[in-house]
């Protein structure tokens, strides 16, 4: 080493000059070596007595300690947790020393000890690994389990899974006389492994990354590393990586966060899958959209932060103190020991099985002509599917995610798949394809019960899951169907497979997916106690009354069976709420003597456009309707009062829910007329059983974090309910902002608590308009532009910085524009005639982007985006 500048970065971007700093000790073959270490505490070596603990962080290959410059800038900054954070450049890697040696991975496992040894780390220390160095971290922590507090694992692999194929970068770059030409001679592997960020990496940080390997004997080691993959057993590193991947069993009571960006090449599901095997009490959070390079795609250094503040709390002296949560008078006891003892257990199936003789009509499927299904064939079909799922290989706790349209082979697959406690995951088709990809990969099914066209989707997109098939399609495909499943379980000996007992109340029962509508799809995990409480739930809204319900919305088909309520689903494309016609609503009520419907807003919307085709028959099927419910997103009272022109014996509800707690509160027309305009949409009062709380959103748009109990007071709206999601699947960070609040989940709404106790929703916190004058909710700005005769429907939107956002409106007119672009002048002034706050600019569309499950909720996020390129002179375009 002649000089510090072989060891010391230049000025880089993100990179503080005092992290740098060089250690020199002997290795671990004895020879004198100098490393190069990105230090929080800088060339400090006095008492580091002040720092709670150590993150001692590994880079892979063919990265440097560069990749960790966010977590020290984030440990670093005023206020956070006293963490040092060191992360060390490997021997010829980065800026330490060129040896000119070729090291494996046991050798790169004790160099690392003799670096912390040289700096003096004695712990508590929480090991944070990325590529190979998740390998190297882990052998370290393996041998220093007396220093170790916690693991963080990013993008790594300890085991190649048999039957799945070493990553193609890494078999790319093994083909013979490929190797030093792509990783050494040439800088081609490290500029691909750059390409792998998304979005793609600034100019100057990509330069950052090439800075120490500008020049082949610069590179050596990056083809090293690559050679000492071991991929068979014959390697010389094989038996210390098996070491390490057996080895972490040792590690069960030791602290562990995955961080996972699934669109990695390199590291994938299977790897991931192999990971939570072995460290099955791990957290994990999966970024989506994020990859290979997680510290650059996504806040990794905000996730440690997080993680080891909680580490902090949960040392044994800690002391978090009491938490108390608040609701108002008019919905709860605030006191904790008001906390309800959980209730009891009825399982969801139980109306079934009580009804297992009754011949009378069950289910009707309205969209295969009409056909019927008894509660004795359907408790039948149940316990024989049931056995056949457990006689070929579903076990308690598998996952499997059901493809299926509504109907008696969804019902049966669903309830089958419940009594012999395996999980269902339900991804609406109406994520999209892409959606239902994040989602199905994300949870991860053991099996894939699929419709033909769901069966070769899998296939192609190489979903997850030994396949299993419903209906005529499937058999083409060679898939073992429920049908055939159903003879398997026909016999006494299969029949006798399915236990009796199982499964347990807080067992995990389904994972159901969101709609995707503000932001990627989340996994919520209900136990079966939280999906009878919400069954629960729903019979207190009157629907397991005399009568049948039409269920024009998927979960309302699964939930009829088990409130013991005759159910018929229209003929529709249930995906496509608009397909819902007047007539097939009609046809569905007379089927099962209707006196409950369930709709979409956007289903609804159709129904009465479609009402005047009604012939006397359907009017009269419709006069039998006593309940009409609409949720899924705010309903206008006038489209109530013209479902209830159809429906004149019918009062019709608008339950506020979400999948998260489905239903919350609940409100009829009547009250809505009663109580009037306001900021917002009246939702009512909470249910029975159900806790409201908000916690008051600041100047800056951001909710308190203990509720507040001010009526008209705008915040975040928190739901506590027995039939409240368990948690979000594999999304930690998700998880634990939604419940930080002890006994209270965050539903990312926003609204206020009027002095009787109603709840006003006011859009979503995502949405809140942050203006120089203050924060502004979209909702209330809606509906000013929407009571105007020429807007059909209005969106409004932030645009420009927070803390200076201008309101935009942007709107569906009436009659329909044919292309977007600005509105008149005349409409732009009628529309902030009607507002109150400042209206910047106002936009037309043909049609506003919605959700597809309902087709109802605006994405203002997208628009927001839309019009700001709009407004600075960007094409006027699609979205």
């Known amino acids: 080493m002649s000089g510090p500048e072989q060891w010391g970065p230049g000025p880089l971007p993100g990179l503080d000059p005092a992290w740098s700093r060089s250690v020199t000790a002997p290795d671990s073959q004895g020879v004198r070596r100098t490393w190069h270490v990105l230090d929080s505490a800088g060339a400090e070596t006095g008492d580091h007595g002040r720092y709670a603990g150590t993150l001692l962080c590994v880079h892979g290959n063919p990265t440097w300690s560069y990749l960790w410059r966010h977590l020290l800038a984030r440990f670093g900054r005023p206020g956070a947790p006293p963490w040092r954070v060191v992360a060390v450049d490997h021997l010829d890697m980065g800026f330490s020393e060129r040896t000119g040696t070729v090291r494996p991975l046991a050798q790169r496992i004790a160099d690392l000890g003799t670096v912390t040894d040289a700096l003096g780390l004695t712990g508590p220390v929480v090991t944070v690994g990325h590529d190979w160095g998740g390998a190297i971290s882990l052998g370290w922590a393996l041998r220093h389990r007396d220093q170790l507090r916690g693991v963080v694992l990013t993008n790594t692999a300890v085991h190649q899974p048999s039957g799945s194929p070493a990553p193609a970068l890494i078999r790319l770059a093994r083909l013979p006389g490929i190797l030093p030409a792509v990783t050494v001679a040439t800088p081609t592997f490290l500029l691909a492994t750059l390409g792998l960020a998304n979005p793609w990496l600034p100019a100057p940080v990509r330069d950052g990354y090439l800075a120490p390997h500008r020049s082949p004997d610069r590179r050596a080691a990056i083809g090293g590393f690559v050679a000492d993959i071991p991929l068979t057993p014959e390697h010389p590193s094989w038996s210390t990586l098996v070491a390490v991947a057996e080895g972490l069993d040792r590690l069960a009571e030791v602290p562990a966060l995955l961080l996972w960006g699934p669109r990695d090449p390199v590291f994938g599901a299977a790897h991931l899958r192999d990971l939570r095997e072995r460290l099955p009490h791990a957290r994990l959070h999966r970024f989506e959209g994020a990859g290979h390079l997680l510290a650059e795609d ?107 349209p509504p109907g008696a082979d969804l019902t049966a697959a669903v309830y089958a798949c419940l009594r012999i406690g395996a999980v269902i995951v339900v991804a609406d088709p109406g994520l999209g394809l892409a959606g239902m990809n994040r989602a199905l990969r994300g949870a991860a099914p053991a099996h894939l019960i699929a419709i033909g066209p769901g069966l070769a989707v899998a296939r192609v997109l190489r979903w997850p899951g030994r396949r299993l098939g419903a209906g005529p399609g499937a058999a083409a495909l060679g898939a073992l169907t429920l049908g055939r499943l159903a003879r398997l379980g026909a016999n006494e000996r299969a029949v006798s497979l399915v236990p009796v007992s199982a499964p347990k109340p807080d067992d995990d029962a389904a994972v159901l997916f969101t709609s995707g509508s503000t932001g990627p799809a989340k996994g919520a995990v209900y136990t079966h106690r939280q999906l009878a409480a919400m069954r629960d739930a729903l019979a207190g809204l009157g629907l397991a009354a005399e009568g049948g319900i039409v269920a024009a ?79 899924g997103a705010p309903v206008p009272a006038p489209l109530l009062a013209q479902a209830r022109t159809l429906m004149p014996a019918a009062q019709p509800h608008t339950p506020y829910g979400m999948t998260e707690a489905l239903p919350v509160t609940d409100i009829t027309l009547d009250e809505i007329v009663d109580v009037g305009p306001g900021d917002g949409v009246c939702v009512g009062r909470p249910l029975p059983g159900v806790r409201v709380a908000v916690a008051p959103l600041d100047g800056t748009g951001e909710p308190a974090a203990e509720p507040g109990a001010e009526p008209g007071r705008t915040g975040e709206i928190m739901v506590s309910a027995a039939h409240v999601k368990d948690r979000y699947d594999n999304l930690w960070l998700t998880e634990r902002a939604s419940s930080r609040n002890p006994g209270w989940h965050r539903t990312g709404d926003v609204g206020h608590l009027d002095p009787d106790g109603r709840l006003w929703v006011q859009g979503r916190l995502a949405h809140v308009i942050v203006t120089a004058d203050g924060v502004l909710t979209p909702v209330g700005i809606e509906q000013q532009v929407e009571s105007l005769p020429q807007i059909a429907r209005a969106a409004a939107v932030g645009v420009g910085p927070r803390g200076v956002a201008q309101v935009v409106v942007v709107a569906e007119t009436r009659p329909p524009v044919r292309r977007p672009g600005l509105a008149s002048r005349e409409l732009a002034d009628a529309v902030r005639a009607v507002t109150t706050p400042p209206v910047a600019a106002v936009l037309v569309v043909p049609s506003l982007p919605t959700d597809i499950r309902h087709n109802s909720k605006i994405d203002r996020s997208r628009l927001s985006r839309w019009a700001e390129r709009i407004l600075a002179g960007g094409r006027i375009g699609g979205w």
């Open 553 to 631: 919305f998927a979960p309302f088909a699964l939930f009829g069976p088990a409130l013991g309520v005759p159910s018929a689903i229209p003929d529709m494309t249930v995906t496509a709420p608009r397909t819902l016609t007047a007539a097939a609503l009609a046809e569905a009520a007379a089927t099962v003597d209707a006196s409950a419907v369930f709709a979409s807003p956007a289903a609804l919307r159709n129904v009465v456009d479609t009402g005047d085709l009604l012939d006397p028959r359907h009017r009269a099927a419709l006069a039998g309707v006593r309940l009409l419910f609409s949720a």
């Open 298 to 404: 996504a806040d990794v250094a905000g996730a440690v932060e997080q993680w080891v503040t909680d580490l902090g709390q949960s040392a044994p002296s800690a002391d978090p103190g009491p938490v108390t949560p608040w609701a108002p008078v008019t919905t709860v006891d605030p006191t904790p020991e008001s906390a309800p003892e959980p209730p009891l257990w009825r399982p969801l199936w139980a109306s079934l099985e009580e009804r297992a003789d009754d011949r009378s009509t069950a289910l009707v499927e309205l969209a295969r002509g009409g056909r019927r299904v008894s509660w004795s064939l359907l408790w039948r079909r149940i316990r024989e599917i049931a056995a056949g799922l457990s006689a070929s290989g579903v076990r308690p706790g598998d996952r499997v995610a059901l493809l299926v």
